[in-house]
C-alpha cells in the first residue's frame, strides 16, 4: 500500500505520540553526555509539527514532509532542530510531486535525509551520532525496498535500534559529547535513540 499525505500525516502525529513518551529518557540520554535538552526540543518540535498539521492540509507527501521540516528548523534549538530540519527537507525533495510514496520512493527519500544528516553535521559512521542509526537503517531499507511500506519501515527500524545500541561503545567525535571523550563511552547517544524510536514510530505507523 502506497502512502497518501493523509496518511503521512497520521505517521507524523503517531510519531509526536512516541517521542512525547520517551522524552524523560531522551533528556536522561542526553543528561550523561550533553546539555540535557534533546527530549525536551524534540517534544516541542513535534508537537509543533502537530499544531501545524491541525491548520494546514498538505496535498501531497512532499508537502507534509516540507512542512515537518520547517518547523522543526524554526522551533527546534540545540543541533536536533537543524539535522532534523535538513533530513525531512532532503526528504520532501526527493518525494517531488508525486501523489503517493511507496517503498523504492521512501527508500530514495530516506537515502536523502541521511545524506543531509551527513551534510549538515560533518558526521560519519563511528562518531556515535545520528548517523550511526541512519546508515544502517537505510541499508536495511535498501535491502527491502521491494516489500511493502510496513516491511521496508520495519527493516530500518530494526537497524537503526542495533545501530543506536552501537553508540555506547563508541567514543563520539562529534557534538557536545565529544568533548568528554572515552568518559563518553557506556552512554547511548540520544540523537541515534531518536531516530531509532522515530523510525520505529513510522514503521508501526505504516501497519
Do not use: W
Not at 524534540?42 to 507527501?61: K, M, N, Q
Not at 520547517?70 to 532532503?90: C, E, H, M, N
Amino acid at each position: 500500500m502506497a502512502c497518501t499525505a493523509e496518511t503521512l500525516a497520521a505517521a507524523l502525529r503517531a510519531a509526536a505520540v512516541v517521542i512525547a513518551e520517551h522524552r524523560a529518557e531522551l533528556v536522561d540520554l542526553d543528561r550523561a553526555i550533553g546539555d540535557a535538552d534533546h527530549g525536551e526540543n524534540l517534544d516541542r518540535g513535534f508537537t509543533a509539527i502537530v499544531s501545524a498539521l491541525d491548520t494546514a492540509s498538505p496535498e501531497t507527501p512532499a508537502a507534509v514532509v516540507k512542512l515537518a521540516a520547517t518547523t522543526l528548523i524554526s522551533k527546534v534549538g540545540g543541533a536536533a532542530g537543524p539535522l532534523y530540519g535538513t533530513a525531512f527537507l532532503r526528504a520532501s525533495v526527493k518525494l517531488g510531486t508525486a501523489a503517493e510514496m511507496d517503498g523504492p520512493l521512501l527508500v530514495e527519500a530516506l537515502r536523502a535525509a541521511l545524506e543531509g544528516v551527513q551534510a549538515r553535521g560533518k558526521a560519519v559512521g563511528g562518531d556515535a551520532t545520528m548517523v550511526d542509526a541512519l546508515i544502517p537503517a537505510v541499508s536495511a531499507a535498501e535491502e527491502a525496498s521491494g516489500e511493502d511500506l510496513a516491511a521496508v519501515l520495519t527493516a530500518a527500524a530494526d537497524a537503526a535500534d542495533k545501530g543506536a545500541e552501537s553508540t555506547v561503545d563508541l567514543v563520539p567525535r562529534k557534538g557536545r559529547a565529544s568533548y568528554l571523550g572515552e568518559r563518553a563511552k557506556g552512554h547511548m547517544d540520544p540523537g541515534a535513540r531518536s531516530t531509532a524510536l522515530l523510525l520505529r514510530a513510522f514503521a508501526e505507523a505504516a501497519k
